[in-house]
């Protein structure tokens, strides 16, 4: 029995039909060398079998004295939790991406352990397919995707590996911050880690306070200039998922035609993609729009660790050229990143807190926003460098899911894998309608870098 | 702009994560004639163009004045609605009762029209599957099978027959009761159809009043005496749905060698299936089980209509013999009609609402009970009688899955199709565990009185 943490109660609090607080990753594998045409049933049988269920993936939530805890489960049905399926024809990615949005649709059982791993099979060119769905309670968004990676291994010809519910156990590991999530930061700045959380009115009373600071202080002024967009908006409870893989070394010959970041030209790729979906539907705003974008304040951007700031990217959706737009971006990057160089740890915090509260605040409490902070979450999650295989099945893509929410009602995530960029975007069906177009959308804006920059 | 009626709000106060109001329905297809092996996914590219969606399926809740309404849905996204998917290898019945039990948990969005129509392929033996799936707030479970039915037709040669979302409109025949839903009879008793509902707390109230009138009259202490058993626990969210059709012959000679009625059979079917599933977890109560079942008041059992009462049969679930058992059954419920003739229509009210009162309360209040009525329902609806196609395609199974609510874990539905005679149970997954084995128990429920008569 382990009580929960403050922050994921919170996830507990935020969640309700409309807006279900799980995290999913999809999986791209293709057959091994050899395979027989019923591989993937014949995967799913062995799958079956596998009843042992380590840590976190055997908890489910009971309360005692009033307080919500973990406890293991004593009837743990796998057959609630790993699910066989298959995809109509013509199994192309269209159909993949349909299953995925309407699955990542449905809010969990909270009587058992939140998390299912859904085996697909019926995809073209002898392909199947993993998805793998996690109440963020449970686990945060870039620890499922560590697991994820950690079920996985660079040996096409390593056999016996377990799926990811039955992994041996490394439960520190997995509970480390390795990411910035919206929701851990609340709670990092808010210093709830050591106490537990009376109820969401006394933390929205502490956001408020930390916000009314704020205006009375004209240098952080900037923080609420934000403009109004539809992706600001309430949301329903069915999403749209649309994912898709870049080559790595575009995007390269991109920021060295340009000479900035590899996460530069991938938060521009979105900028454009933004651009270009608003201004189809007549809503692009006047004033450019801006992100929120957790980067690793680290020089070399090398390692995956965990010093992470939030930066306010300022996406300049109002300039018209690509290569203009994505200079721009460049440097208001540069210039928050020089920003945090200069800051000393308590002022990170400090700053993170007053980036956040205004969201954190109308999130729970339902509010409309009167300070708009930003208006989309730009992720960027570093991912494996090297090809992986899962019992000789080569991993060939890998796409995150993360969650909408109410005034929040996009959430474009990215990863890298092996020589490709990995964009992940989740996002409200009804508010957001035909997302999937923002794929086109996001080549397009690569393309215009390119041929701005005459490659 | 239509007012929901009370009985219709009654549905959405009671759902919950755990406690979905949706009921759904299964029609199992076999192809055309000559029909490619490609037929299904043509079905599906011509059933996404059927955009025309008359009512109820283009209602979507909406609230005027703090009071909830029908509004027409100005941005149906039948993409949201009609879904195109596919059963894993090897495409067997056990896979298709899997999907249904999966969907069939979960709860719906309630910012769109709360319908789903599941055209399934990858059925062994050129069959597939149509699962519906619509929120008794807008159409009951009668009203539902009766859509399902006109979507049909009894000329296999018929074409250009529209899906169940796009029928000719007959709005008001749609909503007559046709059967007795346990909380449409709730709402009949407390005379609610005339005046808007003000809150939960009213509608216990006054349930509560009629229980305790109850209580002080001896002649209705029969009532109060159905035992406690597993079936009455607080119910998860999580569904297992079972189907399965027997042949009308064996069951009308089972009638014949005891000198009973169709209803009387199938009852003593589900008695003896609930017998043996409760022993094997050695959690049969000592004192007999009884049922909550709707019954025709009709002499000659052929019409349909809706002169219609509730009895609490007594399922004699202590009694060893089969044949014994549904002699007892017969007995009883021959009783329970008989003081219905004799009953004028204000007592017949009177008895209805006596017997629904106390589960209505429980079910209300989420207290637990105090007064056990029943221990389950069980439901027979009449069904179309001749083989009956949809463009060709021949209606060969219809299964109805109801709803399973806190202390009702499980629900018996029943319906007859041309030959067949059609169970489908629905039940809570984690309180009634592999529930599914109560298809083989129904099977020897009938054996067992076939060999007793010595068919």
Same mark, same amino acid.
């Given at each position: 029995?382990?009580?929960?943490?403050?922050t994921?109660?919170l996830?507990?609090?935020l969640?309700?039909?409309?807006?279900?607080?799980?995290?999913g990753?999809?999986?791209?594998?293709?057959?091994?060398?050899g395979?027989?045409?019923n591989?993937?049933s014949q995967l799913?049988e062995?799958l079956?079998?596998?009843c042992?269920?380590t840590?976190p993936?055997?908890?489910r939530?009971?309360?005692?004295l009033?307080?919500?805890v973990?406890?293991?489960?004593?009837h743990?049905?796998?057959e609630?939790?790993?699910?066989?399926?298959?995809?109509?024809?013509p199994?192309?990615?269209?159909e993949?991406?349909?299953?995925?949005?309407?699955?990542?649709?449905?809010?969990?059982d909270?009587?058992?352990?939140?998390?299912?791993?859904?085996?697909?099979?019926g995809?073209?060119d *002898?392909q199947f @397919?993993?998805?793998t769905?996690?109440h963020?309670?449970?686990? =945060?968004? +870039?620890? $499922?995707m560590?697991? !994820?990676?950690?079920?996985?291994?660079?040996n096409?010809?390593?056999?016996?590996?377990?799926?990811?519910?039955?992994l041996p156990?490394?439960?520190?590991?997995d509970?480390e911050?390795?990411?910035?999530?919206?929701?851990r930061?609340?709670?990092?700045?808010l210093?709830l880690?050591?106490?537990?959380?009376?109820t969401?009115?006394?933390v929205a009373?502490?956001l408020?306070?930390?916000?009314h600071?704020?205006?009375?202080?004209?240098t952080?002024?900037?923080i609420?200039?934000?403009?109004?967009?539809?992706l600001?908006?309430?949301?329903?409870?069915?999403?749209?998922?649309?994912?898709q893989?870049?080559c790595?070394? *575009?995007?390269? @010959?991109v920021c060295?035609?340009?000479?900035?970041?590899?996460n =530069?030209? +991938?938060? $521009?790729m979105?900028a !454009?993609?933004?651009?270009?979906?608003l201004m189809n539907?007549?809503a692009l705003?006047?004033?450019?729009?801006?992100?929120f974008?957790p980067?690793?304040l680290?020089?070399?951007?090398?390692?995956?660790?965990?010093?992470v700031?939030?930066?306010?990217a300022?996406?300049?959706?109002d300039?018209?050229?690509?290569?203009e737009?994505?200079l721009?971006?460049?440097?208001?990057?540069e210039?928050?990143?020089a920003r945090?160089?200069?800051?000393?740890?308590?002022e990170?915090?400090?700053?993170?807190?007053?980036t956040?509260?205004?969201?954190a605040?109308?999130?729970?409490t339902g509010?409309a926003?009167?300070?708009?902070?930003f208006?989309?979450?730009?992720s960027?999650?570093?991912?494996?460098?090297k090809?992986?295989?899962?019992?000789g099945a080569?991993?060939e893509?890998?796409?995150?899911a993360?969650i909408?929410?109410?005034?929040?009602?996009?959430?474009?995530?990215?990863?890298?894998?092996n020589?490709?960029?990995?964009?992940?975007?989740?996002?409200?069906?009804?508010t957001?309608?035909s997302l999937?177009?923002m794929?086109?959308?996001?080549?397009q804006g690569?393309e215009?870098l390119e041929s701005?920059?005459g490659l």
């Amino acid at each position: 029995m382990t009580p929960l943490t403050p922050t994921d109660q919170l996830f507990l609090w935020l969640e309700k039909r409309q807006q279900p607080m799980h995290v999913g990753g999809l999986q791209l594998f293709s057959f091994p060398d050899g395979a027989p045409d019923n591989y993937v049933s014949q995967l799913a049988e062995q799958l079956r079998r596998q009843c042992e269920v380590t840590h976190p993936f055997n908890q489910r939530l009971s309360h005692r004295l009033g307080q919500p805890v973990w406890v293991d489960d004593g009837h743990l049905d796998l057959e609630h939790h790993f699910r066989f399926e298959a995809l109509p024809t013509p199994g192309r990615i269209r159909e993949l991406l349909s299953f995925v949005s309407a699955e990542h649709s449905h809010p969990m059982d909270r009587e058992r352990p939140m998390w299912e791993v859904h085996l697909i099979e019926g995809l073209e060119d *002898r392909q199947f @397919a993993l998805y793998t769905k996690i109440h963020h309670s449970l686990v =945060d968004g +870039v620890s $499922a995707m560590r697991m !994820a990676t950690r079920m996985l291994s660079d040996n096409p010809n390593e056999q016996g590996m377990p799926p990811i519910w039955d992994l041996p156990c490394r439960p520190r590991d997995d509970r480390e911050p390795g990411g910035l999530s919206l929701w851990r930061s609340v709670a990092h700045v808010l210093d709830l880690s050591g106490r537990q959380l009376g109820t969401i009115p006394s933390v929205a009373k502490e956001l408020l306070k930390t916000i009314h600071q704020a205006r009375r202080d004209p240098t952080y002024d900037s923080i609420f200039h934000a403009p109004r967009c539809v992706l600001n908006q309430k949301i329903t409870g069915s999403r749209r998922f649309a994912a898709q893989s870049w080559c790595l070394k *575009r995007i390269r @010959a991109v920021c060295e035609a340009y000479g900035t970041t590899v996460n =530069d030209v +991938v938060t $521009a790729m979105c900028a !454009a993609a933004l651009r270009t979906y608003l201004m189809n539907q007549d809503a692009l705003p006047d004033k450019p729009l801006v992100a929120f974008v957790p980067v690793s304040l680290r020089q070399d951007e090398s390692s995956g660790g965990n010093q992470v700031g939030v930066i306010l990217a300022n996406l300049h959706t109002d300039v018209h050229k690509g290569g203009e737009r994505l200079l721009n971006i460049h440097h208001s990057m540069e210039a928050a990143k020089a920003r945090y160089r200069h800051m000393s740890p308590e002022e990170i915090v400090n700053y993170t807190a007053l980036t956040l509260a205004p969201a954190a605040f109308h999130l729970l409490t339902g509010l409309a926003p009167k300070w708009q902070t930003f208006n989309v979450v730009i992720s960027n999650v570093p991912g494996p460098s090297k090809p992986l295989y899962w019992n000789g099945a080569r991993l060939e893509g890998m796409y995150p899911a993360s969650i909408a929410m109410d005034r929040l009602a996009l959430n474009m995530t990215l990863t890298s894998y092996n020589d490709q960029v990995e964009f992940g975007l989740i996002g409200c069906r009804r508010t957001l309608p035909s997302l999937q177009r923002m794929l086109d959308y996001l080549e397009q804006g690569l393309e215009d870098l390119e041929s701005d920059a005459g490659l």
